[in-house]
């Protein structure tokens, strides 16, 4: 992995970083007003980054008291799994423990008190459980398509573009340039560069805009890295699973079919399955994490790759050998997509492993997912964003073939087989 360099100016982000822990924010007694900036549930690089540099910005250009807090809008706990932003982060020189993570703040109470103001960036709509908020909001950035509604009281900037931090670079560049330095431009220029693809137009992520704003910084900043460098960087720290945890690396890339009494997680899992299957106490994280999380079923799909070709192989989870082999017959009859699967030898009792031959068969087109926004993981560009974290994401179709009510006829088809068995 090349080594980027790190700013030797003062962390500039981090006066900023000072106001989280302010006592006023989250106390009940009157005190004074915040202003938060919020980005979406996914709290990827583009989010993440816009959240802290247009706090930033806004916090040197409003001339109030109030303090501006850039808020990531996930627990700290799960931030781990971001390992792309962890290692911007590291590489601009700005520690993790300055952050303000979602469940530091409260904002409901904030806006009971009357004392919340807040902006929202790469997010247009608040989702349902932050909707009490909505009469909090002046101003939204972002780079998805408009669905809020038209209000006076708000000021909307939504134009679509490779990266929400575009946008937020163009409006620090044309209301106040001396705020940047080396610090914020390396956040800002790796988080375009990496949501644009290496700003390769064959990869159809980046416009004129992103283009424009990138030559800028390059321009102002001559010591950026390289842009090759740096997205190869980020997209190797994105797909560095090394130092998560057998849970972390479920969580990374999961989605959750439910059906009924199904409960069935699908994680994508960067590593080989031989690799993943040597994890100390693997089988006994898996049934501890099914149990968690109220799964009674995991599949997990492995992807590495080879001179940028894509490997996979398949795993199957679960204390029933039953319901194990339910899966098993579903996934080796499923031709829309045929995965093509060999079996191979697994060391544990409750994991059924295979081969697939069909390397074009990513769990996205396994799962029917023609409306979800993510990319496909097994491209030779990695997913932009990557929102597979965010709560409750949708699997419109089901399986296909093997749909939620199928496989839930099937958990109902095996009960009463084991219902009869045990009866005399």
């Excluded at 009469?135 to 398509?145: M, N, T």
Aim: glycine fraction near 6%; include cysteine; charged fraction near 20%.
């Amino acid at each position: 992995m090349c080594r980027l360099y790190i700013p030797k100016s003062p962390p500039c982000l981090l006066s900023v970083s000072v106001l989280l822990m302010c006592p006023q924010a989250n106390s009940g007694d009157g005190g004074q007003g915040v202003h938060v900036v919020l980005g979406n549930e996914a709290c990827d690089m583009d989010s993440m980054v816009s959240v802290m540099a247009y706090a930033y910005f806004l916090s040197k250009t409003l001339g109030s008291s109030r303090p501006v807090l850039p808020l990531l809008n996930v627990p700290r706990s799960e931030f781990p799994l971001r390992t792309d932003n962890v290692f911007l982060l590291r590489q601009a020189g700005v520690p993790q423990e300055l952050l303000l993570f979602r469940e530091q703040l409260d904002l409901l109470q904030l806006q009971r008190d009357g004392r919340l103001t807040l902006t929202l960036v790469d997010l247009n709509v608040l989702p349902s459980s932050d909707r009490d908020l909505e009469g909090a909001v002046v101003e939204v950035i972002d780079h998805r398509l408009l669905e809020r509604e038209p209000s006076a009281s708000c000021l909307v900037t939504v134009e679509m573009v490779g990266s929400c931090t575009t946008l937020v670079t163009e409006r620090i560049l044309q209301k106040a340039p001396e705020v940047l330095d080396p610090q914020l431009a390396l956040l800002l220029y790796g988080t375009i560069v990496m949501d644009c693809v290496n700003m390769a137009p064959e990869a159809g992520k980046v416009t004129p805009k992103d283009s424009q704003y990138a030559a800028q910084l390059e321009a102002r900043f001559p010591g950026l890295p390289p842009r090759g460098a740096l997205f190869q960087s980020l997209q190797n720290a994105r797909f560095d699973v090394s130092g998560l945890s057998t849970e972390q690396m479920l969580l990374k890339d999961m989605k959750v079919l439910t059906g009924g009494e199904l409960q069935l997680a699908v994680s994508v899992i960067y590593l080989t399955l031989e690799v993943f299957l040597e994890r100390d106490k693997l089988e006994d994280d898996m049934s501890a994490f099914c149990v968690k999380h109220g799964y009674n079923m995991l599949l997990a799909m492995t992807i590495s790759f080879t001179d940028k070709q894509p490997f996979r192989q398949l795993a199957i989870f679960s204390h029933s050998a039953l319901c194990r082999e339910e899966m098993s017959q579903a996934l080796e009859k499923s031709r829309n997509p045929a995965l093509s699967l060999c079996p191979i030898s697994s060391p544990h009792s409750h994991i059924k492993a295979y081969l697939q031959g069909n390397t074009q068969a990513s769990r996205k087109k396994l799962l029917g997912g023609e409306g979800e926004e993510e990319e496909e993981e097994d491209t030779q560009f990695p997913p932009t964003p990557m929102n597979s974290l965010v709560e409750g994401c949708p699997l419109d179709n089901g399986l296909p073939r093997i749909s939620a009510q199928a496989l839930e006829e099937k958990f109902s088809k095996m009960s009463a087989r084991q219902e009869r068995a045990q009866s005399p």
